[in-house]
């Protein structure tokens, strides 16, 4: 395993120190900035590129919250928590005992102890006392179960769904897919709760790094919901490939959030492709778990596709377009939606979001009258 080590070297220089050794005795290849050679690129994005890489993700908590980059408000550590997050590593976290936190990592520390699950979270007193459990931990990941739990549900899931929703004239004609995530047995937020976080979803959106800063973000509200509308790239030509793009992030006053996105598609219509379709749903749900606003368990997860018959079960290919597919010509209207009966843990948004992705993208595309 490759496992990124991430924290401020003030007040953690032993530990540091300590762990890249403990690790390369472990088997396995630490990743850490202090053996990244001279580069030319900027070392928060070096840092980002080797975290990409990484297996496994090991936090430090110590006094210091670290320099603040001016393009996200936050320090290296804080952007690094946010991408393995979206990026659905495994993270280990250990907090220093005995030390006073600064202010913002003290905030900082909240934010990561808050998070229900996908998380391994500990803490030590002196470097002695971290190695130990970082030794006993690594041993677990290497012969680790599945982090999912699922449960029958007792009575059918309230969803709001959107397939037929004529206010964005792009479903009029672009097929999209609906992702649904709702909070089992929440109590909702009230009207107050839901304008604050409908006020922070931009800056929600943008901290996850799945859209670029130069992309305009429109936010909208009504009572029931809050939404921001994410417009879709330009092709290069009519008939260019183009991957599935995320278009909409809505947050229900129920807790739910709906997410909205194209299709992989090309000259020839949008594409249900049995290898893109779960990869893009497993994106989907990591970053509704790096938005953070879903933190009660359990939760069930839905979705969708809005006109279906403007689909096509094919392979899509991201450098050349299709020269033929079948087109349609179905004889009766048909849906594509799955009804949730089981219930799962927040590891659906992180770490377990890939098996989840796989069991729903298989249960759609079975609906599809061309895969019968």
Not at 26 to 42: C, I, K, M, N, R
Not at 71 to 78: K, L, R
Not at 99 to 128: K, L, M
Not at 162 to 180: F, I, T, Y
Request: glycine residues 8%; proline residues 6%; negative net charge.
């Amino acid at each position: 395993m490759r496992i990124f080590i991430s924290s401020v070297r003030k007040g953690l220089e032993e530990e540091r120190d300590a762990l890249g050794g403990l690790i390369r005795a472990l088997g396995h290849t630490p990743v850490q900035f202090e053996d990244f050679s001279a580069q030319t690129t900027p070392s928060r994005e070096a840092c980002l590129a080797a975290l990409e890489s990484a297996d496994v993700c090991l936090f430090l908590l110590g006094p210091s919250y670290g320099h603040v980059f001016p393009e996200t408000g936050q320090s290296a550590t804080h952007d690094e928590w946010v991408a393995a997050q979206t990026a659905g590593k495994p993270r280990l976290v250990y907090r220093k005992l005995g030390v006073t936190f600064e202010d913002d990592q003290q905030n900082f520390a909240r934010i990561v102890q808050a998070y229900a699950t996908g998380v391994f979270r500990d803490s030590f007193h002196d470097t002695a006392e971290l190695m130990t459990k970082v030794v006993r931990k690594v041993k677990e990941l290497e012969s680790g179960p599945s982090p999912l739990s699922f449960t029958p549900l007792t009575q059918p899931a309230s969803l709001r769904w959107s397939l037929d929703d004529a206010r964005d004239g792009a479903s009029a004609s672009v097929p999209l897919l609906e992702v649904h995530v709702l909070p089992v047995g929440f109590a909702g937020y009230s009207a107050r709760e839901l304008e604050q976080f409908g006020t922070s979803l931009v800056d929600r959106i943008r901290r996850t790094g799945a859209v670029k800063n130069d992309v305009a973000l429109t936010p909208s509200s009504s009572q029931a919901h809050a939404a921001v509308s994410i417009p879709a790239s330009r092709p290069r030509a009519w008939d260019a490939p183009q991957p599935g793009e995320l278009v909409e992030v809505r947050l229900h006053k129920t807790g739910q959030i709906s997410l909205r996105a194209t299709l992989p598609r090309d000259g020839l219509g949008s594409i249900l492709d049995h290898d893109a379709l779960p990869q893009q749903i497993t994106d989907l749900l990591r970053f509704t778990g790096a938005l953070d606003l879903i933190q009660h368990e359990p939760i069930v997860v839905a979705i969708g596709v809005s006109n279906p018959r403007l689909t096509q079960i094919d392979r899509f290919d991201p450098h050349q377009s299709r020269t033929r597919a079948e087109l349609g010509g179905y004889m009766r209207s048909f849906t594509l939606q799955t009804e949730p009966d089981e219930s799962t843990n927040l590891a659906a948004l992180d770490t377990g979001a890939g098996e989840v992705a796989g069991i729903l993208s298989r249960a759609l595309i079975k609906q599809h009258p061309a895969a019968t």
